[in-house]
């Protein structure tokens, strides 16, 4: 099946079987692994990219659902020498220890920020709006979905918050 990605500014042409999950096309033919694949179900959030501005779990999504929309991965939020904000926090606060769940990490934490700018309401704090002072707690609901296995949760919020004290 012929799917159009625009991936990271990128337009590519995907011609893969139907059953193919985002994930695997990202992987095993588009050849770009930054995106991680962790459980395959929904469950660990490894996997997570950002499609037309929200995150979602690219293991539960079929590839040929996307056909014309705007995906960010993990290369595309900055590279080598051009770190994203959020990214070089996570390398001052030690945010990971083996790293794999790390993609998903910052790029559903990317939207989220995103999110709490636009005023998404949490389970925490009902009623958030535009500038938000963003606490520990807030953070690790927002970011519930993500699991870390090495447990690196006290430096992933610390590297959130200052990312998100950074850009008030
Ligand atoms: Fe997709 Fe775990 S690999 S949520
Ligand atoms: Fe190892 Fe998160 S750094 S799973």
């Known amino acids: ?70 995906i960010t991965t993990i290369e595309g939020l900055g590279q080598p020498g051009n770190l994203s904000d959020l990214q070089d926090a996570f ?20 939207a989220m920020l995103q999110e709490v700018k636009d005023g998404w309401p949490s389970h925490v704090s009902a009623d958030l709006t535009g500038d938000v002072d963003l606490t520990n707690a807030e953070i690790s609901e927002r970011m519930s979905g993500n699991l870390c296995r090495c447990a690196a949760y006290p430096n992933i919020v610390d590297a959130i918050r200052e990312t998100a004290e950074g850009r008030k």
Request: aromatic share 2%; net charge negative.
């Open 1 to 70: 099946m012929k799917t159009s990605l625009t991936i990271n500014g990128t337009e590519h042409q995907l011609d893969a079987d139907s059953r193919t999950t985002l994930l695997d096309a990202l992987r095993n033919h588009l050849d770009l692994t930054g995106t991680k694949k962790g459980c395959d179900h929904g469950q660990c959030g490894a996997c997570t990219l950002i499609v037309n501005g929200r995150r979602i779990n690219s293991c539960l999504s079929l590839a040929c659902m996307h056909d014309g929309d705007e």
């Open 91 to 110: 390398v001052k606060h030690d945010g990971f220890q083996c790293g794999y769940c790390t993609p998903g990490q910052i790029c559903s934490a990317t």
